[in-house]
């Protein structure tokens, strides 16, 4: 006689688990800092706060990360897309950020896409998330890669909602 068995289950997506994925980004702009210099302690600690609101109100589309030099993205820079919820992924360990490249004349910093959820929210809800958030940001649009193109390499998930990383491959 054969048994089957069929196991299913279902997990509430969390502040604790939005922590989660944020801690592994923070752990790749610590890696950019230690092999470049940027960013700096408090821009870490600002861009992981930011980043638990975003999962955890769900709006997050992408967020790049990163050296730019007149007007775009070196190599020196990560991606992250949010991923669907319901999305079977791994979860990856941070890291693997390299190292010597070129970033001479270029400078850290940050841009974000939010996703069609956000615009679905009304102004209160939106004024509530930005009033979270450590900082403010601007408009405008994410500049080009210098050259190469991004490439998904490692995925961070937890609580049924992931983020994949993109570098850049020359």
Partial sequence: MSESYTISAAETFTILHARRIASKVATDLQRF??????????????????????????????????????????????????LSDGTLVSDDDPGKIRPDLDVAGASFTSFLDYNEKWSRLSPAERAAVRAACPFERVAGSSPPLERGYWARDLTYAAGGRGIGRSTVLL
């Fill in 33 to 82: 800092q230690r092999f470049y210099g940027a960013p700096p302690d408090n821009w870490i600690r600002d861009y992981e706060a930011e980043l638990v609101e975003l999962l955890k109100h769900g709006v997050l589309h992408t967020v790049v990360y990163g050296f730019q030099r007149r007007e775009r993205w070196t190599a020196a820079s990560v991606q992250y897309t949010a």
